[in-house]
């Protein structure tokens, strides 16, 4: 690990806010501010913003967790219309690095650094030592990654595993899923695993219900969901917590991910009890002949005060500068998670770190 030999910038991109960080020393953020993406015509526009409003130096190095897959130097937001260069925006911004990460690998590779008190468990289970670990989360959008051991380290995986086919599980959730389709061909779980997915969902089971209401945002159904104000925003997102635990649940046994589940996000962290006493274990474990094996994997809830895709960004930051400082070639297993410009010049595409 080398030495801080100035701050630096830390920030993690969604479809609606932008976050930004300075990390004054390892593990250290500080001059954190949320940007709405809406006030700004670009990625590059709100980092030059968020650059002049600060009260420290000048900062040579910086890494970026987005919402979207991170496959070469363009760069084009799923979920917003934002699109960018990373090696223009490094130069236009006057950076030697410039890291790109999606970012729920990003948020995979922070969970070897979360302590306890930044997660609580939802039900019973044990993690196995060693074991891969699987992470998921809504916001935007749907996020997916994980966590395969490698030695003594990790590799971090860069999936897209929410745009997977949604598949109901009961007749409510098939109405769901009709209405979803006099829109979309297409219908993903992060369709209804999202903020706009709540606001799709609770029209469906309007429709389903016989009732005429008008729209309403995420923010609103989640709000009178869990102060228990309205009946069809709770059943709203009780079908959002059952659905989600499917979702988790076809991400266990396909990563065999007997280290765990961890659910990060936007959305199940403002929950609190609502989301525990959901139907999400039960649905979890709803898995035929394999429930005794889903009972067994535990499943957390990350709740951390700083945002743990800012470590996780930080973290990739941190080994790509060791690489370079040791002058020696980074182990990669490239999928896609991790984009390095240093310089004018394409670094690596990484996805393996050590704690």
């Known amino acids: 690990m080398i030495a801080f030999d100035s701050p630096r910038l830390i920030a993690d991109i969604g479809g609606l806010y932008a976050r930004f960080a300075i990390e004054t020393s390892y593990g250290e953020f500080a001059q954190q501010r949320s940007l709405r993406c809406a006030d700004f015509p670009s990625f590059e526009a709100a980092m030059t913003a968020y650059l002049g409003s600060l009260k420290s130096g000048p900062v040579a190095h910086a890494a970026v967790a987005i919402a979207n897959p991170v496959d070469g130097d363009q760069v084009r937001m799923t979920n917003y219309h934002w699109q960018f260069s990373i090696e223009e925006t490094r130069a236009n911004l006057g950076l030697e690095t410039l ?113 005429s209401v008008k729209a309403l945002t995420a923010p609103e159904i989640t709000k009178l969901a869990v102060e228990d104000k309205d009946p069809l925003c709770e059943e709203t997102l009780t079908v959002f917590c059952n659905m989600l635990g499917t979702a988790a649940s076809n991400l266990a046994v396909t990563l065999g991910a007997l280290g765990g589940i961890y659910i990060g996000g936007s959305i199940v962290p403002r929950l609190g009890e609502f989301f ?35 470590w996780g960004a930080a973290r990739a930051l941190d080994q790509t500068l060791d690489q370079f400082d040791s002058t020696q070639v980074l182990a990669v297993h490239d999928v896609g998670a991790v984009l390095v410009f240093h310089d004018g010049h394409e670094f690596a595409r990484a996805a393996r770190f050590f704690d």
């Open 99 to 211: 890291v790109v990460v999606n970012d729920f690998t990003s948020l995979a590779m922070a969970l070897p650094r979360l302590s306890s008190a930044d997660f609580r468990q939802v039900g019973p289970g044990q993690a196995v030592k060693n074991s891969v670990i699987g992470l998921i989360g809504s916001g935007s959008g749907l996020g997916v990654s994980g966590l395969i051991p490698s030695g003594d380290g990790w590799t971090s995986l860069g999936s897209e595993g929410g745009h997977t086919s949604f598949a109901p599980a009961d007749a409510r959730e098939s109405a769901v899923l009709q209405f979803a389709w006099q829109q979309f061909q297409h219908v993903s779980f992060e369709r209804l695993l999202s903020g706009p997915g709540l606001e799709l969902t609770y029209l469906a089971l309007a429709q389903l219900n016989q009732q």
């Open 276 to 310: 525990d006493r959901s139907g999400f274990r039960q649905r979890f474990e709803d898995k035929g002949r394999f429930r005794s094996l889903l009972a067994s994997i535990p499943v957390w809830v990350i709740d951390a005060d700083v945002s743990p895709a800012l």
